[in-house]
Every structure is written in C-alpha cells, then in structure tokens.
C-alpha cells in the first residue's frame, strides 16, 4: 500500500545551521506530496506541496523537490531560526481518493 | 483565509461519559476528517466525510461515530470514553476535486483527557 516514511526526530539544530528532514514514500502511481508544520500548541498548516515530478516547492524559506527517480521529498532550509521549532509532517494524496497518508512526524528544535 | 474551528481547545472527561466534539468549516468544504495525533503515532485517521450525511471509516473507527448533517459541521462522537481515547484530536476540510486541491486545513485540535 502507499506509505510516507520521515526521519525520526527529534533533530536539534543551532540557529543559521542547515536543514534537512527526509522522507521517502511508497505509492502505487503520482502522488501530490505535501509537508505540513504544526507549531506548538496549534494545529496543521501546510508549508509547501508538490503535484508531479520534478516540481519545487517552497515557502518561508522552505524548499522541497519531489525526486520521482528516489521516491523522496526532502524537506531543507538554508538557515533555520528558532521561530523554526515546530513537528514536521510529510505527506502524500493519490487522486483516487480523499485521504492523506501520513508520516510520524518529525520535531525540530532549533537552540539560539 | 480557511477557518476550522473546533468546540473545545480542552476537554477534561470521565470514563464512560458521552463526549461530542464539534468542528466548523466556513469555505463551504464537501470533505471533513478527524484524527487522533498521540506521540510517536503522527496523524490516524478515525473518519471522514466526503460530503453531507456521507460518513467513512477511516485506520481507527473504533469506539468512535460521527455526524455530518449540515456542510459545514462534522462532529465526532465518544459513546462511551475510555481512558485510552485521551489524546488530540484534529479536525481537518478540503475542497472535493483534483489532485492540485488536496490540501486539508486543519483547525487548532482539542486535547481530550479521559480520567
């Protein structure tokens, strides 16, 4: 079955330091990849999407490339901050159906 | 912008007790879900909706029902909360369409604790 594996956490990182959170995938066709960000003490929002290979996405310094050669979309930043502490979540949707598959997440602690 | 709101940001329940959680959606959404987050575990998915009065099991139904009688407001039900149901809850809406609107937005969670 389609499946999102993300690296276990939590990663702790120095400020300016650079980012890589990766996931790696198993779908049965093209999937739209996704990563969601979950500040503490709130909900989901999504922080960049890709929709076919080779597509770059990317937001508040964010960039992820879906390599459909690797199965990955990993997630980098040049240069975190601390504002940057958050649970990453990769994900991935199939058009023939409603639901995301999720990764376990991944928490990301950033020290000034 | 998107708003889901959700009823109770916290919730403090008896074991046994009936617990109805409420979430709210103003973009007019066909799709709703709820999932359950607990560490170590990501999301789970308990339901979804994929419109009015339509209902679907998702990886963990157990113990839980749902109900959808109007667009915008998809409750989750606790029949009967047991101890091991204390965790966040997430209530999510998408758009109905093509891969490009598969993006759910999520409301703020409720943490329930069952005592």
């Known amino acids: 079955g389609n499946s999102v594996t993300q690296m276990e956490g939590p990663v702790t990182l120095s400020e300016e330091a650079f980012l890589t959170i990766n996931c790696t995938y198993t779908a049965t066709g093209y999937p739209s990849l996704f990563w969601y960000v979950q500040y503490p003490g709130e909900g989901l929002q999504l922080l960049l999407k890709?929709?076919?290979a080779d597509d770059k996405g990317s937001n508040k310094g964010f960039e992820a490339t879906y390599r459909k050669e690797t199965t990955s979309f990993h997630l980098e930043k040049g240069s975190v901050q601390v504002s940057d502490s958050a649970v990453y979540f990769c994900?991935?949707?199939?058009?023939?159906?409603?639901?995301?598959?999720w990764g376990a997440g991944t928490k990301l602690i950033i020290k000034p | 912008d998107v708003k889901v709101t959700q009823s109770s940001r916290y919730l403090v329940k008896r074991t046994g007790e009936k617990v109805f959680l409420e979430c709210v959606q103003d973009m007019d959404h066909e799709n709703m879900f709820w999932y359950r987050q607990d560490p170590g575990l990501g999301l789970r998915l308990i339901y979804f909706?994929?419109?009015?009065?339509?209902?679907e099991k998702g990886d963990i139904p157990e113990g839980y029902s749902v109900s959808r009688e109007k667009k915008e407001r998809f409750s989750l039900i606790l029949e009967s909360a047991s101890t091991n149901q204390t965790s966040m809850y997430l209530c999510a809406s998408k758009i109905a369409g093509t891969r490009t609107y598969n993006e759910q937005f999520f409301g703020p969670g409720t943490r329930l604790t069952v005592l």
């Open positions: 890709a929709t076919k």
């Open positions: 994900a991935l949707s199939m058009d023939s159906n409603y639901q995301l598959i």
């Open positions: 909706s994929y419109d009015v009065k339509m209902k």
